[in-house]
C-alpha cells in the first residue's frame, strides 16, 4: 500500500508518493522530472511503482506545465532550454526543502525522467556531486548541439539570428553533461531508449554510451534499449527503472 498526495515544497506543486504510513519517515528517496508538455500527473505511474518497491517519490512540475502552466503554448515551445536549466536549478531547492524536512535517508536521494526530465537528471548529475544515483530514459547529454534542433528557441539563418541564438543558450554550456563526463563516471548512472523514437533519436544515447565506454568511464553504466519503440515510456523501461533504483539505492 502506498500513499499519494500533492503538496508544495519550495513554492513548487509536486506528487509526493510513499509507502503507506512512511511519508514522515526518512526513506530512499528519488526526485522524478516529467517530459516537455507533458505534467507530474501524467507520469504519475513512476510515483505508483516506486513508491510500492519502498522508495520516497517527488514529482514536481517543471516551469510553465501543470500547476504552472498560464497556457501559452507558444511561448512554452519556444522555451525549451530555458526550462530545462531552471529543472536543473530548481534540484537543489528541492533537495534542499526535503532534507530540511528530514525525509531522505542519509545520502540516498536519487534524480531520474524522462525525455526533459531525462536530460533534468543527466544535467542533474553533471551539477550536483551530492546525487547518489541517477536514471534517463528517452534524453540526451548533448544539450548544446540538440539545441539546434530540437526545440531551437528562434529560426536561425542570418548572422545576427545566429547571434541572438548563442546568446541565448549561453547560460546553458556550464550545464552540458557531454563537457563533464567524469562527474557521470563515478556514480550508477541508467540509460534507457526507445530505438525508434522520433523526438529525441536514439542516438543520442548511443553517442553518450559510446564516449563514456571509449573514455573507460562506463564501469557504473547500465545502458538498456528496446527495438520498434517511438518516444514513448514501456512497461519494460518502468520494471528496469525500478530494479535499478532497488539495486543502487
Not at 115 to 126: C, D, E, H, I, K
Request: overall charge negative; glycine content about 6%; proline content about 5%.
Amino acid at each position: 500500500m502506498i500513499e499519494l498526495a500533492t503538496e508544495n515544497l519550495a513554492g513548487i506543486e509536486c506528487i509526493h508518493a510513499a509507502p503507506t504510513g512512511q511519508r514522515q519517515a526518512r526513506l530512499p528517496t528519488v526526485l522524478f522530472y516529467h517530459g516537455f508538455t507533458s505534467s507530474k500527473e501524467v507520469y504519475s505511474y513512476f510515483a505508483v511503482a516506486l513508491a510500492q518497491a519502498g522508495f520516497r517519490v517527488i514529482m514536481p512540475d517543471a516551469d510553465m506545465h501543470g500547476a504552472r502552466y498560464n497556457g501559452d503554448t507558444e511561448m512554452r515551445n519556444t522555451h525549451f532550454w530555458d526550462i530545462l536549466k531552471q529543472n536543473i536549478d530548481e534540484v537543489a531547492v528541492l533537495e534542499a526543502a526535503l532534507r530540511e524536512n528530514d525525509w531522505i535517508a542519509d545520502e540516498r536521494f536519487a534524480v531520474a525522467g524522462a525525455s526533459m526530465g531525462g536530460m533534468t537528471a543527466l544535467g542533474a548529475m553533471a551539477r550536483y556531486p551530492q546525487i547518489h544515483s541517477v536514471a534517463c530514459l528517452m534524453g540526451s547529454g548533448y544539450f548544446m548541439q540538440l539545441s539546434h534542433t530540437l526545440f531551437p528557441p528562434l529560426v536561425a539563418r542570418t548572422p545576427e539570428q545566429k547571434e541572438t541564438f548563442a546568446a541565448r543558450l549561453a547560460p546553458l554550456a556550464p550545464y552540458d553533461p557531454s563537457e563533464q563526463l567524469q562527474k557521470l563516471a563515478n556514480r550508477p548512472l541508467l540509460l534507457w531508449h526507445g530505438e525508434a523514437d522520433e523526438v529525441v533519436p536514439f542516438a543520442e544515447t548511443v553517442r553518450l554510451d559510446k564516449a563514456l565506454r571509449d573514455a573507460e568511464l562506463d564501469q557504473h553504466v547500465t545502458s538498456l534499449s528496446e527495438k520498434h519503440i517511438g518516444h514513448k515510456i514501456t512497461p519494460s523501461a518502468l520494471t528496469a527503472l525500478v530494479s535499478f533504483f532497488k539495486h543502487h539505492l
